[in-house]
């Protein structure tokens, strides 16, 4: 059965930087498309960043001086570093899995609609 956990979420001051973990089991990690999006109250759901079953990412203009995405094939694991915080980076931040073998941070994918797995998400909420 396959599973997603985000953890690393929580509260911190503007300026900060978090470190968000996402563990993957059931799956074969190494063969997917990885990436995280989050959602802020009252707002759409949107992709921040997403990483490659090669290692290539793809991250919005609009966070990628202060977001890192990483992927630890050994461990079944995805990151997200973010720098600088701000206020607006409150949300959810969930974790998705990509289809086997599919490139799906070469699509449309920052809608969400081609990953199949998601975690529960992490709370991140940052205070000025």
């Known amino acids: 059965q396959a599973q997603v956990v985000e953890s690393g979420g929580g509260l911190a001051q503007a300026g900060g930087s978090l470190r968000l973990s996402c563990t993957v089991s059931?799956?074969?990690?190494?063969?997917?498309?990885m990436a995280w999006f989050r959602q802020a109250p009252g707002k759409e759901r949107e992709g921040v960043s997403c990483i490659s079953r090669s290692g290539g990412t793809y991250t919005p203009d609009s966070v990628k001086d202060r977001f890192a995405i990483s992927r630890d094939n050994a461990k079944n694991m995805l990151n997200l570093q973010i720098y600088s915080l701000k206020p607006e980076d409150t949300a959810t931040y969930f974790c998705?899995?990509?289809?086997?073998?599919?490139?799906?941070?070469?699509?449309?994918?920052?809608?969400?609609?081609?990953?199949?797995?998601w975690g529960q998400g992490t709370q991140v909420t940052v205070s000025s």
């Open positions: 059931g799956l074969n990690f190494r063969i997917r498309d």
């Open positions: 998705a899995a990509g289809p086997r073998n599919y490139d799906t941070c070469g699509g449309s994918w920052k809608n969400g609609n081609t990953f199949n797995y």
